[in-house]
């Protein structure tokens, strides 16, 4: 009777463990094979440094609406440069800024305020906003300081878990849904999650959160990309694209 029991114990504890890690992988729907979230990954980090670098120059209008909630004063705050002066018995502030940006590869961001408002005092703004507008996903890191790391960075396996939530599209186009999941908690990393395409193996919208020594913040990327378009600019810049040769999934 012992041996019965334990054997059932076993048997449990590895139906328990197989359910557990079951979204590591997913069936695709027109093939019935298994398609593993790492595998994508894979693909996806071998296209990026293509990525990183294929837009050399844009310029944009960019509207920033910030709110900052002061839930405990602490007397370092006036020391950090890029801090507005609060005033006392004051704990939440807004801010609306108007700006013009012009983006020069591989890290330069000139921002130019054209009009702003709010119950900040002074022309400094919210400390740390611009940054989180000016995200290169394809890079090592997130922000330009390497304060964040990307999830897509060459080394990520060693700091990200990633799990497959579900596929999506037709047979010849195809986009996974992957989730990306600290494996220690730091500030350095962020937890959300990216849909990939299968034609291309690149990023068309990406979520993340996470938490900074002032802020906490969550983005979403919705990113515009195909073949046509990767292809299309580097004519326009009389460039040519080298891809990567992999094979889809089938």
Known sequence: MRVKILIGCIVCLFSFISKGTANNYIMN?????EISA???IERVMTFAPLYETIVSDYRANLYIKGRMDIQKKN???????????????????????????????PNIYD????????????????????????????????????RLMSPLAKNGQKFYKYRIDSVMGDPNNLDYRI???PKTKSDQLVGGYMIVS?????????????????????????????IAVIRAFCSLQNASVSMPNIKPFT
């Open 111 to 146: 921002q130019k305020v054209k009009a702003s408002q709010g119950t900040v005092r002074g022309n400094r703004g919210l400390p740390g906003l611009l940054e989180y507008f000016s995200v290169n996903i394809y890079s090592a890191s997130l922000l330009n300081d390497e």
């Open 38 to 40: 790492d595998s994508i």
């Open 198 to 226: 299968s034609n291309v193996w690149s990023v068309r919208e990406i979520r993340f959160s996470g938490r900074s020594e002032l802020i906490t913040f969550t983005r979403a990327l919705p990113v515009a990309e195909s």
């Open 29 to 33: 729907p027109y093939t019935s094979t």
């Open 75 to 105: 007397f370092i705050l006036r020391y950090v440069p890029s801090m507005f002066r609060l005033q006392k018995g004051v704990r939440e502030y807004m801010l609306e800024t108007y700006s013009d940006l012009h983006y020069t590869a």
């Open 179 to 181: 989730r990306f999941i």
